[in-house]
């Protein structure tokens, strides 16, 4: 399969080193996306997960290394990596329309286009009917599921979750888990998203990804990366299947000894 | 029994607020005018509300009051709109480009300490008494405010909108007019609603010294003729400007930036 991000023994570090706050973020962190996969970077806080998304967005440079996306390496933001933040990030000032519109009329495509495509993407995180409402009018889980569809819109090569779903409630979570994979999954004859989604739920990982890199902290390190073999469409019979808590109670016994009180 | 202690709750928040809001100043209006009247201070220095009211009535007939108050208020319109279009675009310059920041910067910050007031002998030597002097001043204090709360505002703007945009494919020029601008918004609104605040200030006292007409020249003229009522007439009537004005830019915001004011809740 053709890789889409290759992570390429990227170390990040803060601050000099011998400096009271020096940190190894990320040491030598390499590993490879394909096209059309899900996977999930876990780990505890502080194992360097945020850091490594925003490398690859290009929020931020890489101490050493290089990421590449379809071959080239990153230099700076773009439209080929969208992004999902944890606090939503929409423009308070612009109705959902037109947050989901926003990529779209950067790319000079015709007002009709433009509109068109936001509603069938509105439509598909399930917020037809709020258009035109702001995002202070909308509960959390509203606020991301146009977040989502702002970026999905957008069509990225390559979409960056960093906890999306961090702030949202436990019943309303467990449903837009299944709402991001419908809206990344392959559908009007577009192939699957390729997705790069940070979390600290052990859960929310199996559930969404095809693969999870486990990571752990000072410094920053890839401890393993799991294979998720349960078949797609995964609903709530995959989190009650057996395997899916074997795997859940596995990853965990793996990281429990690399978490120290702190 | 619930939906009744609501409801209930509710009443008791609405009927008694204009109660409770003049209730203070009633009460201060009755036992002053007492006082007055029972000769308990000096009505030279402290005039009772009647003869405040009577005083103006006169000042409101003969048109002498809007006469100074429109005197002041063109000077502070042409000072803050000055203000708002050399701090406005120079604060946005200043937020977005930190080298040009630290070349400025140094600058201002020796001239940000000096009252306005400090100013006003100099203004009277570059300008001569009268209107520009007066403009010149309150051009000044308005100047900062609109400057540092521009600044503030630019600084501001949410880092993962900023992101937000750029990874959704924004050029330069959109940032700045699409997330930057609208992010500053609230913060400039700020800026004009201080600056008009501070303009108020420092335009009586520029009038006081270097000017033959507006609301804080009256203040000072009946000062030399002793007719503290008159002065009371004129200090009342700034207040209420002013907090008409305040208020005026508080709905214009609310008018304009619905989203920012719904977050605040
Ligand atoms: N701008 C920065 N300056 C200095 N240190 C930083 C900076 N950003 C992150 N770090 C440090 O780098 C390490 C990794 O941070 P990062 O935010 O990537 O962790 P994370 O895995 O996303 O954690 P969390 O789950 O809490 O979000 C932490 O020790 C953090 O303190
Ligand atoms: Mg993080």
Redesign the pocket.
């Known amino acids: 399969m053709a890789v889409k991000v290759g992570i390429e023994r990227v170390t990040k570090q ?2 000099g080193e011998g400096d009271a ?1 020096f ?1 190894l ?1 990320l040491d030598d962190v390499s590993f490879a996306l394909d096209d059309g996969e899900f996977v999930s970077l876990l ?1 505890p ?7 490594l998304l925003h490398i690859v967005a290009g929020f931020e440079d890489a101490t050493q290394g290089t990421v590449r996306v379809n071959g080239k390496p990153v230099a700076g933001p773009g439209a080929d990596r969208g992004m999902v933040f944890q606090d939503y990030a929409l423009f308070p000032w612009m109705t959902v329309m037109q947050n989901v519109t926003f990529g779209l009329r950067i790319k000079n495509l015709p007002q009709r286009e433009c509109e068109r495509i936001a509603r069938e993407h509105i439509a598909l995180v399930g917020l037809a009917g709020f258009e035109n409402r702001f995002p202070h009018q909308l509960s959390g889980g509203m606020r991301q599921r146009s977040a989502l569809a702002r970026s999905v819109a957008n069509n990225p090569e390559v979409l960056l979750m960093d ?1 999306p779903l961090a702030a949202i409630d436990a019943l309303t979570r467990n449903a837009l888990q299944e709402e991001i994979l419908k809206v990344c999954d392959a559908r009007d004859g577009r192939p699957r998203k390729s997705v790069l989604y ?1 979390t ?1 739920s052990i859960e929310e990982a199996i559930f969404l990804s095809d693969r999870i890199v486990v990571m752990t ?1 000072r410094p ?1 390190r890839i401890l393993e990366v799991v294979g998720v073999p349960f078949a797609r469409p995964r609903n709530d019979a995959t989190r009650l299947a057996p395997e899916f808590q074997q795997l859940a109670g596995e990853i965990w016994s793996t990281l429990k000894s690399h978490i120290k009180p702190n | 029994m619930a939906p009744v202690a609501r409801s209930g709750s509710a009443l008791r928040g609405k009927l008694p607020r204009a109660f409770r809001l003049v209730v203070l100043p009633v009460i201060v209006l009755v036992l002053w005018e007492i006082g007055a009247r029972m000769e308990l201070f000096n009505p030279i220095f402290l005039p009772p509300p009647s003869r405040i009211f009577s005083a103006a009535q006169q000042l409101l007939l003969s048109g002498e009051l809007f006469r100074h108050f429109a005197d002041s208020l063109r000077r502070i319109a042409i000072a803050n709109v000055i203000a708002i279009s050399v701090a406005v675009p120079l604060g946005f310059f200043m937020g977005l480009y930190r080298p040009f920041e630290e070349v400025i910067d140094g600058f201002l910050n020796i001239l940000r300490p000096i009252p306005p007031l400090a100013w006003i002998p100099l203004a009277i030597l570059w300008f001569g008494l009268g209107e520009k002097s007066v403009v010149f001043i309150t051009l000044i204090s308005a100047f900062f405010a609109i400057l540092l709360n521009t600044i503030a505002g630019v600084r501001g703007v949410d880092k993962s909108l900023v992101r937000a945009a750029l990874s959704l494919g924004a050029t330069r020029r959109v940032l700045i007019l699409q997330v930057v601008l609208p992010g500053t918004l609230p913060s400039l609104f700020t800026g004009f609603r201080i600056a008009l605040g501070v303009s108020w200030m420092s335009i009586v006292a520029a009038e006081l010294i270097a000017s033959s007409s507006g609301l804080g020249f009256m203040i000072s003229y009946y000062r030399e003729l002793l007719r503290s009522d008159l002065i009371l007439v004129g200090m009342l009537s700034i207040g209420i400007i002013g907090f008409l004005m305040d208020r005026g830019l508080l709905w214009l915001e609310q008018r304009l930036l619905p989203w920012r004011v719904r977050l605040e809740l």
Do not use: D, L, N, Q
């Open positions: 803060y601050g706050h940190v973020a780990g806080s502080g194992c360097g997960k945020s850091t906890e940070v600290h902290p920053g």
